[in-house]
């Protein structure tokens, strides 16, 4: 638990002078959607996506993670690997990952190569975040080539196989991923429900839960992960990152202002309407009508806006709730000025 009196804040660092007692900020990380915002195309997106991930390495970020999602033209990152490629060539040391690629779209082989071919451009740098969720609608899913009907059963699967091609060969192995095999790349089970985390427990893989859109089973996911591991190769301990929606300004006031657009993303979300980010506005109540205010406020409680003060009392509020090792931060800011201003603030406070 986190006593402040007063907070304040330099140039360089924030300061907290009067603490009784405080837990330790976990690792932070970024979940980056390239998010396209009103008024820009795919190019400005893309190129802000590096500039955040620059400044992201440069304020000690754990890692950067992309994630795909299709038709949704308010996302950008469908081409997931193609994007950490371009990130990792105009960034020099934090790491790069997927949170996740939606692992039944795609052969495991196919995987095996784009994340093997990505570790060898950017060695000791790479993460292979993994999810059974189609990122996309029904209709989607089928242009996808994937049937919903057998989404889940094959999942474990699919895993298996993606690990078999990702690891030592054989003399008599007739198909072998060039690049891929023998690769040291951490692969990471993503969930939002109990699903992955148990499957995650029993391989001894890092688990990531996605409190930052799905929040209701958060705490019985990471029971039965950690309750449930079994060490493996690449882990000895469970390892668990959280998800979650952060916005920093210098005020609440101005961070409530500037999370406006993460509702209003939410809001034509459950309206099943697409767009491109909206900017931030000053109340929602015109927009939005009570059951929605209800459903989103329900849907986004994790959701943390608010000053360096605020923000650091609600992250310690979360971690002594989960125990987590590390939070993955999805900003969902539509300027790209205000968004980078929010993580550097963010990195500021651990």
Known sequence: MVFIDRI???SKRIVFPYVVSIMQIPKLSILDLAPVSEGNDFHTTFCNSVSLAQHAEKWGYQRFWMA????????????????????????????????????????????AEQFGTLEA??????????????????????????EPE???????????????????????????????????????????STYSARLAAVKGLPFAFAAHFAPDAMQRALDIYRNNFRPSQQLEKPYVMIGANIVVADTDKEAQYLGTTEKQKFLSMIRGTRSKLSPPVKSMDPLWLPHEKHHIQTQLRESIHGSPETVLNRI???????????????????DHQAKLRSYELLSQIG
């Open 8 to 10: 304040k804040v330099h």
């Open 316 to 334: 310690t509020e979360l971690v002594n709730r989960t125990q987590a090792d590390e939070i993955m931060v999805n900003a969902m800011i539509f």
């Open 121 to 146: 451009l950017y060695p000791d740098r790479i993460d292979l975040g993994l999810g059974r969720a189609p990122g996309t609608d029904h209709a989607t899913m089928h242009a996808l080539r994937r």
């Open 68 to 111: 795909e999602h299709h038709n949704m033209p308010d996302i950008a990152s469908a081409a997931t690997s193609v994007l950490l490629s371009h990130i990792g060539a105009n960034t020099d040391s934090i790491r790069l990952g997927s949170g996740g690629i939606m692992l039944p779209n795609h052969a495991p082989l196919v995987v």
């Open 150 to 192: 057998r989404m889940d059963p094959e999942f474990d699967e699919l895993l298996e196989e993606l690990e078999f091609f990702m690891g030592p060969v054989s003399d008599h192995q007739p198909v072998k991923a060039y690049p891929g095999n023998n690769s040291k790349v951490p692969i990471w089970l993503l969930g939002s």
